[in-house]
């Protein structure tokens, strides 16, 4: 099975931008694995932030973007907010029901 | 508006079974997959698996083959996930959340298995 890194933690001042990555073990991430990105409070259901790639729910703040960058899925959080504060996920797809999620970054706002 | 409100929470023993629901409302039932996705404790999301709530058709997660069975009741508008055999690294939040990238989740039910 593919195993899917993201970096364990990072810590932003607030107005800040941070950039998270997702990279695959199998080679680079593209289109075709459909990154989704998600947010997960403590003691919360995760929530949606970004699918596709790039493309924001109609929920997600402008302040929060992504791409395919550099063989990897990023998302960016611009202006960061103290409730940006939580860890995100990266979802990756490689066909049937083989869906891997990366390891998780925690991000501190400091 | 869309809601997945999934059964409560469950404790067990190891070698038990349980089996979890997920009863979505606010759309058309049929019309898009729904997954399985688990939280342990201190540990990150797992993919469990899929299930077609339009034919019933399932695909998981190869961790998982042979130990959990999603079904579904279209009258209820109700998909189930049953995992057996439980070990006490079983113990997680379950969590149902819809195709249609993800956009709903529910609340999460929280198995323990535990002696």
């Known amino acids: 099975q593919a195993v899917v890194t993201q970096e364990p933690s990072v810590t932003v001042s607030p107005g800040g931008t941070v950039t998270l990555t997702c990279s695959s073990s199998t080679g680079p991430v593209t289109s075709g694995h459909f990154p989704n990105w998600f947010q997960q409070k403590p003691g919360q259901a995760p929530r949606a932030l970004i699918y596709r790639a790039s493309n924001r729910h109609s929920w997600t703040p402008a302040r929060f973007s992504a791409s395919l960058l550099g063989g990897k899925a990023a998302l960016i959080l611009s202006d960061v907010q103290p409730e940006d504060e939580a860890e995100y996920y990266c979802?990756?797809?490689?066909?049937?029901?083989?869906?891997?999620f990366g390891s998780g970054t925690k991000v501190t706002v400091l | 508006q869309v809601q997945l409100v999934q059964s409560g929470a469950e404790v067990k023993k190891p070698g038990a079974s349980v089996k979890v629901s997920c009863r979505a409302s606010?759309?058309?039932?049929?019309?898009?997959?729904m997954h399985w996705v688990r939280h342990a404790p201190g540990q990150g999301l797992e993919y469990m698996g899929t299930?077609?709530?339009?034919?019933?058709?399932?695909d998981y997660a190869q961790k998982f083959q042979g130990r959990i069975t999603m079904t579904k009741d279209t009258s209820t508008s109700t998909v189930y996930i049953e995992v057996n055999n439980l070990r006490s690294d079983d113990t997680a939040v379950y969590y149902c959340a819809r195709d249609g990238s993800y956009d709903y989740w529910g609340q999460g039910t929280l198995v323990t298995v535990s002696s």
């Open positions: 979802l990756l797809f490689y066909g049937g029901a083989h869906y891997v």
């Open positions: 299930i077609n709530p339009f034919s019933g058709a399932t």
């Open positions: 606010g759309y058309s039932f049929s019309n898009l997959y």
